[in-house]
Nanobody, 122 residues
Framework: DVQLVESGGGLVQAGGSLRLSCQAS????????MAWFRQVPGQAREAVAG???????FYSASVEGRFTISKDNAKNIVYLQMDALQPEDTAMYYC?????????????????WGQGTQVTVS
């Protein structure tokens, strides 16, 4: 079985920072493709960042240069460091996992999802 649990969300001022964590169980994040998505009410779920088993990273244009995805394989945790946050970053952030990198930005290709953590930028 596989389970993902997000944490680290909260309320921050514009220009501030947050670090989200995704604790995985039931599989090794070092062998899966891990990603962060976000969603606001009335909009589609949007890919934010991803990292493959070899450590290559992927980002959406909206967060490139501000967000950094990383992972600790020993702890089985994936992180999303968010800097220079802006109000448009406000969303529910979800962690997701799948077996491969193909179609990384498509939420329908993922096998497992967390329940989300809210990020609000004022």
């Amino acid at each position: 079985d596989v389970q993902l649990v997000e944490s680290g969300g909260g309320l921050v001022q514009a220009g501030g920072s947050l670090r989200l964590s995704c604790q995985a169980s039931g599989y090794m994040v070092g062998t899966y493709f891990m990603a962060w998505f976000r969603q606001v009410p009335g909009q589609a779920r949007e890919a934010v960042a991803g990292v493959n088993s070899g450590g290559s990273t992927f980002y959406s244009a909206s967060v490139e240069g501000r967000f950094t995805i990383s992972k600790d394989n020993a702890k089985n945790i994936v992180y999303l460091q968010m800097d220079a946050l802006q109000p448009e970053d406000t969303a529910m952030y979800y962690c997701a996992a799948k077996a491969g990198v193909i179609g990384w930005s498509s939420p329908g290709t993922y096998n497992a999802w967390g329940q989300g953590t809210q990020v609000t930028v004022s």
